[in-house]
């Protein structure tokens, strides 16, 4: 059951979902920048979807809040998660370089090391858009290891959203420092619509189990 915010609010220019595309892609800015420094990647994309989460409950999806949390981020285990990304990707590009040097069994290698690339970039992804990843990296991507597992239709739609930014970024490359806001939100929402938490989408979701209809009392004979 949904419960429509549709109306503007007095002196509003635009409505509530042109407000939060707006602060999606100011949001993508300031996780492309965090990111700029390769190991920061899984942090800022945690951050920006924990942002956009709490545009459920009705939190502020500004920089000011971004900033705050990313500032509670100073931790090994962020640090180490980035180098573990960053040497995942290096590893991969070796792997798909030594398939094109055109070694005995090269097209069967490169199909193994391209799909378990994809796994690991789905479980990856999901781990950023699950809660626990801003505290404890290994429960978020265990999680999320189980999520894509008992969700294919969302790890597919997390692959989907992947490609269309990286088509987006190499069509138009300024259009890379906007590309992380719509992932993070997609990895909302994906991570939303299968724990079943709300969605956010600037329509301001109502739990069915939260509004449950009660029986109708049975009148005696």
Not at 26 to 34: D, F, M, N, Y
Request: charged share 15%.
């Amino acid at each position: 059951m949904r419960e429509t915010r549709d109306r503007r609010e007095a002196g509003e220019i635009f409505g509530p979902r042109m407000t939060l595309f707006a602060d999606v892609l100011s949001v993508g800015v300031l996780t492309a920048v965090v990111g700029l420094a390769l190991v920061t990647v899984p942090a800022a994309l945690s951050t920006a979807c924990a942002v956009l989460r709490g545009a459920g409950r009705d939190e502020p999806v500004t920089a000011g809040r971004y900033l705050a949390l990313l500032r509670k981020r100073a931790r090994a285990g962020d640090l180490a998660a980035g180098a573990a990304a960053v040497g995942g990707v290096l590893l991969l590009g070796a792997d798909l370089a030594l398939a094109r040097a055109g070694l005995p069994g090269a097209p069967l290698f490169a199909v193994v090391a391209g799909a378990i690339g994809a796994c690991a970039v789905v479980v990856g992804l999901r781990a950023c858009g699950r809660p626990e990843s801003l505290t404890d990296w290994p429960a978020a991507v265990r999680g999320a290891a189980g999520d894509a597992v008992r969700d294919a239709g969302g790890s597919a739609l997390v692959l989907l959203a992947l490609a269309a930014a990286a088509v987006c970024a190499w069509m138009l490359p300024p259009l890379a420092f906007l590309a992380p806001g719509p992932l993070a939100l997609a990895l909302t929402a994906t991570y939303v619509r299968h724990s079943g938490g709300g969605v956010e989408t600037g329509v301001r979701t109502i739990r069915a189990r939260d509004h449950v209809p009660h029986p109708a009392p049975q009148e005696n004979p």
